[in-house]
């Protein structure tokens, strides 16, 4: 049986949405790809209402099995990134008031399970898309074919030889792709502890 997945790319200009179904051999479809979003020129307060709403509708339409969202890392634009983690909260709480898991993956653990690089460009990873999910051409605009490749990496974690229970891949585990070393690197880099800034 199919995992149906939604992935989103958040933001308040441009939040990409994609629902994919990826059934236990890896095989991933493409069900639906949007993106919402406000103009900068709005209030918070209803750009906020503007994402929620768009994500109400997209989860009650589709009723995905789990969230998968892009994790918010800290930038030098620090406005962008205050609006990326606002959307976010709004994106998983609509997911937590339907008991839909949420899943965090950062943008290189995304590429590497993808690209199979954890450095690869937008357009790699657009193009990789579109043949994993058998496409013409990547979902248009970036936003688009980022949410779908969060799915896709979220929905491909459970289906990964040598998965453990807890869903992580161990990097060194045998009968690995090349992608999937990639992407197990990436997840244990994200999750080693930084050093305190003096």
Avoid at 47 to 67: G, H, K, Q, S
Avoid at 151 to 169: F, K, L, N
């Amino acid at each position: 049986m199919a995992l149906r997945v939604v992935g989103v790319d958040p933001g308040l200009t441009r939040c990409g949405l994609a629902v994919v179904d990826v059934e236990p051999n890896r095989r991933a479809t493409l069900v639906d790809v949007t993106v919402v979003g406000t103009t900068p020129d709005r209030p918070l307060d209803e750009r906020l209402l503007a994402i929620a709403e768009a994500i109400d509708a997209w989860l009650d339409r589709f009723t995905p099995d789990v969230m998968a969202v892009e994790r918010v890392f800290s930038q030098l634009n620090v406005s962008t990134v205050m609006g990326t983690a606002q959307a976010s909260g709004i994106v998983i709480v609509s997911a937590a008031r339907r008991g839909i898991p949420v899943a965090l993956h950062t943008p290189t653990e995304v590429k590497a399970a993808v690209t199979g690089s954890g450095q690869a460009d937008k357009a790699a990873v657009g193009k990789m898309v579109a043949k994993i999910l058998r496409l013409d051409e990547p979902p248009r605009p970036a936003d688009a074919a980022d949410a779908a490749a969060l799915a896709i990496a979220h929905g491909w974690r459970g289906a990964a030889p040598g998965s453990q229970a807890s869903g992580t891949v161990s990097a060194g585990s045998s009968g690995l792709t090349p992608a999937q070393r990639a992407w197990a690197a990436a997840e244990a880099a994200a999750r080693r502890p930084t050093a305190p800034r003096r």
